[in-house]
């Protein structure tokens, strides 16, 4: 096997691994929803401080989860992009471009926000 498939199936691993850590953070998403209809359904308006902070927490790490794995498919889009320059290649990029920006934008919210989490909007990917 030469060193150009390896290299490919290396990337192929990784996305892998990024794409269950994802699953993951989608089932942790669903869970933070889960609470929230909870505490809807006893009428609760407003969460407690204690728990928006635990469910701050929990968002805080699906967002990092989401910046570092679209950093790495933006990455893995750039090197497919320089190695043949298609049209699909580069739709591909411009669009992993764009989850980066959003996922930073939603991570900088999360962390420089003074709004209160009141619905499954502010928390969700």
């Known amino acids: 096997m030469n060193s150009k498939n390896k290299r490919r199936i290396d990337l192929y691993y990784v996305e892998n691994i990024f794409l269950v ?10 869970s933070l929803n889960k609470q929230n209809i909870e505490y ?3 009428e609760i ?20 989860v989401y910046v570092f794995a679209s950093i ?9 992009y320089v190695e043949e ?12 471009t764009i ?9 900088y919210n999360l962390y420089f926000s003074d709004a209160t989490i009141e619905g499954s909007e502010d928390y969700a990917l």
């Open 40 to 42: 809807l359904k006893r």
């Open 72 to 80: 790495y498919f933006a990455y893995v889009a750039y090197v497919d």
């Open 21 to 30: 850590v994802i699953i993951i953070s989608l089932f942790l998403a669903i």
């Open 45 to 64: 308006n407003k969460i407690p401080k204690n728990e928006e902070n635990i469910i701050r927490k929990k968002a805080k790490y699906i967002a990092f």
């Open 99 to 107: 989850l980066v920006i959003s996922s930073l934008i939603r991570l």
């Open 85 to 96: 320059k298609t049209k699909t290649r580069k739709l591909y990029l411009i669009a992993a």
